[in-house]
């Protein structure tokens, strides 16, 4: 079955650029989105198809695709952006079945 | 305001059934498709299954295919997900999503989601 892989965790200093990286074979031919989820609270849509942000969410949010890996980018990292962030998907088959990458933890330091 | 709003969770033995509802507002129901994702305690996300609009693609994650039906009712603003033959594994929060589609590439991504209804598969 299709895979996502992301790294576990993720640690930076409020105001630096976090950086979380999402690796999948059918990237290139498939949009990515990312989720932010905070503890006990649902998923919030913060990129979608692999660079748009969505009308609520703050511009140091931004998202970038190179070859089988995509990259969602924090820049000047706030204590609330804090979170579990997904990567998610489609696989090839064009059937859509969607796909989601294990998960990284931000920690602000 | 799109709302979407779980019901239907609880503690249920495995073997057991189990159905799940999603009431949707703030939105035009039958124009979106909608899915159903969950997460176990502790877990990442996990998509359940799909649903066009007028329910006639349903597409499914291989681990509940023959178990789960996904279906919807446009006139009541609902959706729902029939569980039967659950396992312990099958203990989550499930969430009702509202989905996105871009044809061209079969994509799919969730922009709404309810806060979820946690279902407890245990003896």
């Known amino acids: 079955s299709y895979e996502l892989t992301q790294p576990p965790s993720v640690s930076v200093s409020p105001g630096q650029t976090a950086r979380i990286t999402c690796s999948g074979d059918?990237?290139?031919?498939?949009?990515a989105y990312w989720y932010q989820q905070k503890p006990g609270q649902a998923p919030v849509l913060v990129i979608y198809?692999?660079?748009e942000r969505p009308s609520g969410i703050p511009e140091r949010f931004s998202g970038s695709s190179s070859g089988t890996t995509v990259t969602l980018t924090i820049s000047g990292v706030q204590a609330e952006d804090e979170a579990d962030y997904y990567c998610q998907s489609a696989d090839s088959s064009g059937t859509y079945r969607a796909v989601f990458g294990g998960g990284t933890q931000l920690t602000v330091l | 305001e799109v709302q979407l709003v779980e019901s239907g969770g609880g503690l249920v033995q495995p073997g057991g059934s189990l159905r799940l509802s999603c009431a949707a507002s703030?939105?035009?129901?039958?124009?979106?498709?909608m899915s159903w994702v969950r997460q176990a305690p502790g877990k990442g996300l996990e998509w359940v299954a799909n649903?066009?609009?007028?329910?006639?693609?349903?597409y499914y994650v291989d681990s509940v295919k023959g178990r789960f039906t996904i279906s919807r009712d446009n006139a009541k603003n609902s959706l729902y997900l029939q569980m039967n033959s659950l396992r312990a594994e099958d203990t989550a929060v499930y969430y009702c999503a509202r989905t996105d589609i871009v044809v061209v590439v079969a994509a799919t991504h969730f922009d709404y989601w309810g806060q979820g209804t946690l279902v407890t598969v245990s003896s």
């Open positions: 703030g939105f035009t129901f039958s124009s979106y498709w």
């Open positions: 649903i066009k609009q007028d329910g006639s693609e349903k």
């Open positions: 059918a990237l290139p031919k498939q949009y």
């Open positions: 198809k692999d660079s």
